[in-house]
């Protein structure tokens, strides 16, 4: 039989065991740290994912405008001139052209600077850019498409984005 070693005593909270570990205990703070502030981009980009089509700060590279504001899809996105700020007036059939872009899911986490959620008349969330309601376009069939740019006599726009707005 295998000699028994002696077991070593139990400590207190406030006791240190070696001269090391205040170093080992400030190494593991600043791990931890560390990865707090490499992981927080991760954390705040699915605060901002309204349902499972957006991401509000995303482009999908160049259109003939330049970049714009699209879903996780590559679906562009538009603003409507008639709508104010904070307010859609897209309703009824408007809306199922112009679908409105849902916030339904939206957990009150963090917002983009640019990027706010607005209530609907009828109760609904909706992404909104610079406080103006965000739309799909209905007739807009793959990713990249801008068909409803400068519809309704130039009153839809896609939402262009420049390095800054990131």
């Given at each position: 039989m295998p000699p028994r070693l002696p077991m070593a005593e139990p400590r207190r909270a406030n006791e240190l065991v070696s001269e090391e570990e205040p170093i080992a205990m400030s190494m593991l703070k600043s791990a931890a740290l560390a990865a707090?502030?490499?992981l927080a981009p991760f954390a705040l980009n699915?605060?901002?994912m309204a349902d499972d089509d957006i991401t509000p700060f995303e482009v999908d590279g160049y259109t003939t405008e330049g970049p714009?504001?699209?879903d996780r899809k590559g679906f562009v996105l538009y603003t409507f001139d008639r709508?104010?700020?904070g307010k859609s007036t897209?309703?009824?059939a408007c809306a199922e052209a112009w679908p409105p872009v849902s916030a339904a899911d939206y957990n009150g986490g963090a917002k983009g600077f640019k990027l706010s959620v607005i209530t609907r008349d009828d109760g609904?969330?909706?992404w909104a850019w610079e406080e103006?309601?965000?739309y799909r376009y209905s007739k807009?069939?793959?990713p990249g498409d801008i068909l409803g740019h400068n519809q309704g006599n130039k009153t839809w726009h896609v939402v262009p984005i420049s390095g800054h707005d990131m």
């Open positions: 707090c502030v490499v699915a605060a901002f714009v504001l699209t709508d104010t700020p897209c309703t009824g609904t969330k909706q103006k309601p965000l807009d069939a793959k």
